[in-house]
């Protein structure tokens, strides 16, 4: 797992950006088990590359505390 900070997440198209070192990974919203991401979230995720470029499969949040 790897962790990050929800970017960009674009409500209406159900999909976002994580930041994770200077990286970005694209998730879609069907990769959060029914969290709704909110920019700057803290969250951790599995990478995962694929044909278009980096993406974040299984996002949670990681909760405070």
């Not at 930041?19 to 959060?32: A, E, I, K, P, V």
Request: net charge negative.
């Amino acid at each position: 797992m790897s962790l990050g900070r929800v970017k960009i997440f674009k409500n209406d198209k159900g999909y976002g950006f994580i930041d994770c070192s200077g990286t970005d990974y694209f998730f879609h919203l069907s990769q959060c088990g029914g969290y709704v991401p909110k920019v700057n979230d803290e969250v951790e995720f599995i990478p995962v590359e694929t044909e278009k470029g980096w993406a974040a499969h299984e996002v949670s949040k990681v909760e405070d505390g």
